[in-house]
């Protein structure tokens, strides 16, 4: 028996719209959550039209040959960065015409796994063995509105289709919020010298080390240790209701370096460093459905190493791009990380984020929803959870030198200074402390 896809109405309403229009080729990612029981669809989101410069929006396709794979796979990757913890790629969908069919089912296989090895590329978390990894393919005829459902496993590239139940539900389905406040401090060693590049991947090898720190940390919900194998429901009964009417349950991640205040030395020659520091707004949803406590362990520790890990990306995309490059013979540097910003997924209690840079507005953060996942945002509807913020009481990388040498940064933000050796002085400092705490053990 294959897997069953409960989908909410509004999804299918999505679907007819665009039949409709009577378009050749339509591609597109379905978003939802995957479960041991059931698995949910949330949101449908076709592919943007690719433009090219001076020529405007490129044509829909008529051929299977046609398909721009790349852009598929852009347009995959920006998606899964705006999705919160508990939600996921599920899937892929095509609406075509009845004499392309045919094509159909292997557009759809090779489009799943390219998808999926986007989606999870630079990862700090791995898939665990007991995970669901099937994803499905849906086909959808444009003419009768005829639905064919697949599912492929997608850590099996040999995998094979496996016929699935795609259900439409009238009825909202009920998701339950977990919202954790994390206070992240972390500092990344770069090299003399270093091009943004090489700082982009000294940032993800500092942050692959964090991560299996935050994978052996202990969550508390509501303020209490609870067996990984209950039920989270008891403890919703219990959470507070956020003014919309959604039961909130709050979690607290312990690390080790939280309990102890100790920490292994270590002596690294660099000529400067990069401070991540403040406090992350995690959130992460479930289905209302006997969700388990282990179940919300993982979605907020994930969601909290993804929204880290994509703000690093996206500054460092950013500085690339523009080429910023701020002066510090007088002061360090302060980067924000870019801010997070929740859009409800609609006709759902649950929301899908975003990030905003710099002085970007809600106008074109509104912009973005509707080109990345096709649907529009009221400017009411938009959650600046980390709105109001003064550097560096929310989350803000610091490029702090201790020679001569610059990094990216922005000159507006003003920072306390760093001379010349202070990076030396406080290494043999680091080795001092942790001499006397051996022989004092």
């Known amino acids: 028996m294959g897997r ?18 009577k378009n050749n080729f339509v591609t597109g990612l379905l978003i939802g959550q995957c479960s041991s029981q059931r698995d949910y669809i949330v949101l449908a989101a076709r592919t943007p039209q690719k433009e090219d410069p ?14 721009d794979e790349e852009w598929f796979c852009v347009h995959a990757s920006q998606v899964s960065r705006m999705l919160p913890g508990g939600f996921l790629l599920v899937g892929v969908f095509l609406i075509s015409p009845p004499e392309l069919s045919k094509e159909a089912p292997t557009i759809l296989r090779k489009l799943i796994f390219t998808t999926e090895k986007f989606a999870m590329k630079d990862k700090l978390w791995n898939v665990a063995d007991e995970e669901i990894t099937d994803r499905v393919a849906l086909q959808i005829c444009s003419s009768t509105n005829k639905i064919v459902c697949r599912t492929f496993d ?3 590239l040999k995998s094979t289709a496996k016929p699935a139940d795609w259900k439409y539900q009238s009825a909202p389905m009920s998701w339950l919020t977990i919202e954790c406040n994390i206070n992240v401090d972390l500092t990344v060693s770069l090299p003399s010298s270093a091009t943004y590049q090489e700082q982009q991947k000294c940032t993800r090898t500092r942050l692959a080390q964090w991560a299996k720190e935050i994978e052996e940390s202990t969550m508390l919900f509501n303020g209490r240790v609870r067996d990984e194998g209950g039920d989270l429901v008891e403890e919703q009964k219990k959470g507070r209701s956020a003014p919309s009417g959604r039961q909130i349950v709050s979690a607290t991640v312990i690390t080790s370096s939280n309990i102890s205040g100790r920490s292994t030395a270590r002596v690294q020659v660099c000529n400067s460093s990069l401070k991540i520091q403040g406090v992350v707004k995690c959130r992460g949803y479930v289905c ?62 649950a929301a899908l984020c975003d990030y905003i840079i710099g002085e970007e507005t809600r106008e074109e953060v509104q912009s973005r929803f509707l080109e990345m996942l096709d649907h ?9 959870v980390e709105e109001g913020r003064s550097a560096p009481a929310e989350e803000e990388a610091v490029c702090k030198p201790s020679g001569d040498e610059k990094c990216p940064g922005r000159k507006d933000v003003p920072s306390s200074s ?11 400092a680091v080795v001092l402390v942790a001499i006397l705490v051996y022989f004092l053990k």
């Open 4 to 21: 069953s896809y409960y989908v909410d109405e509004s999804v299918q309403k999505y679907f007819t719209r665009i039949a409709h229009q």
């Open 54 to 67: 001076g020529e405007g929006p490129q044509k829909s396709k008529s051929k299977p040959e046609e398909i």
């Open 154 to 156: 997608v850590k099996d």
């Open 288 to 349: 209302n459905s006997k969700p388990k406590v282990k179940d919300a362990i993982q979605i907020i520790k994930r969601d909290l190493l993804n929204t880290i890990s994509d703000r690093c990306e996206i500054t460092f995309e950013d500085l690339i791009l523009n080429r910023s490059v701020c002066d510090f013979e007088k002061a360090p540097c302060a980067l924000p990380l870019p801010q997070r910003v929740f859009v409800p997924i609609p006709a759902s209690g």
């Open 376 to 384: 529009e945002v009221n400017y009411e509807d938009l959650d600046f």
């Open 418 to 428: 760093l001379s010349p050796g202070v990076g030396i002085i406080i290494a043999a």
